[in-house]
């Protein structure tokens, strides 16, 4: 038994679990004297948003990273409240290699779940936690000019390759981040769905790995993260990578370790350090706080992708 400053006793495993408390914020200290000033994108995926509670935590470590002095920018996705949406309005919907094959009456609705209610459901979110955060799509501030994506496929028995046609399905063509660091300037923390435009008029539907990785690559962030539903990147035994060089992601790719949507989002990480990104970390979004244990802890969490 020990003694507060103020005299009242406290029992040992008390005192231990406040030791525990103050080293970690004691180990934060470097971490938060390396970050201070500078970028951060975040890329919050639909099935990391989970519930309230989850919605309310992250938003608070959003708040807490501004606070010390990083800028943090937040790309968002949003895919299975968009096939909700979809369902609810009877419009049938498909996928190639995880990206949405997506019609004129389709890509509204993409546009009006992700900028629209999911864009402003974390605006409020962050603002409620005591940020200041604005809500923007890929066509404020001419912040993402898009066009078509282009797919092929080659046929397995003629050998011929056929061009896909994924509608408004659009990639990232040039990233004006002039928007992003004046608001960042400004103490806002910038919130982005990943829509994007063209000259014509018309609206793309973008991948929200895939926007999120070129406004990263645009801003030379510092750190690019990427809030899934997997704990990492697992190998064959099921057991999470801590750290992979350029080389060791693109084999997990080639050797069918990554499979599905972790394909695209390998690639991205691959794509945005090769593009000056110092490092891209992929980590489970379903554990309250991964990102601050990530950034602020020495063991960090979830599968790192770096350059050695
Ligand atoms: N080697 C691997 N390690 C971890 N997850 C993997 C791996 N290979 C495939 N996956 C799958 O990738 C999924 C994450 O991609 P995706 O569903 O597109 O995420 P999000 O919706 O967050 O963008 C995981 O839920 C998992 O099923
Ligand atoms: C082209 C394409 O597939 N766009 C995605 C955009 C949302 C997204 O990527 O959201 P998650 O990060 O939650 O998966 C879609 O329509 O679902």
């Given at each position: 038994m020990s003694t507060l400053t103020n005299g009242s006793p406290v029992q040992n495993t008390t005192r231990d679990e406040w030791l525990a408390k103050a080293r970690t914020l004691s180990e934060a200290l470097p971490y938060m004297?390396?970050?201070?000033?500078?970028t951060f994108v975040i890329k919050y995926g639909g099935h990391a948003m989970g519930d309230d509670s989850l919605a309310e935590s992250f938003a608070r470590d959003i708040v807490l990273l501004?606070?010390?002095?990083?800028?943090p920018v937040v790309v968002h996705g949003g895919g299975p409240q968009i096939g909700q949406m979809l369902q609810r309005l009877a419009i049938k919907s498909s996928f190639i290699d995880g990206l949405r094959v997506t019609d004129k009456e389709t890509v509204e609705v993409v546009e009006m779940v992700l900028a629209g209610s999911i864009n402003k459901q974390i605006v409020a979110a962050i603002n409620n936690a005591g940020g200041r955060a604005v809500g923007l799509s890929g066509k404020d501030g001419s912040l993402i000019t898009a066009r078509k994506l282009r797919r092929t496929q080659r046929d397995p028995d003629s050998n011929i390759e056929k061009v896909l046609d994924l509608g408004f399905v659009g990639e990232p063509y040039q990233v004006n981040p002039s928007i992003i660091t004046s608001l960042a300037q400004s103490d806002i923390i910038p919130v982005i769905a990943p829509i994007g435009f063209d000259r014509q008029g018309d609206t793309y539907n973008i991948n929200a790995d895939t926007a999120a990785g070129a406004v990263a690559s645009a801003l030379g962030a510092t750190r690019f993260f990427l809030?899934?539903?997997?704990?990492?990147?697992?190998?064959?035994?099921?057991?999470?990578?801590a750290k992979m060089s350029l080389e060791q992601a693109r084999a997990a790719i080639a050797d069918g370790t990554a499979t599905g949507g972790m394909i695209p989002k390998i690639e991205t990480c691959i794509d945005a350090v090769e593009q000056g990104v110092d490092a891209a970390v992929i980590l489970d979004g379903r554990v309250p706080h991964a990102l601050l244990l990530e950034i602020f802890t020495e063991g960090g969490a979830g599968t790192l992708i770096g350059r050695e």
């Open positions: 004297r390396r970050y201070a000033g500078r501004k606070q010390v002095g990083i800028n809030l899934t539903d997997v704990a990492g990147v697992m190998d064959k035994n099921k057991d999470i990578i």
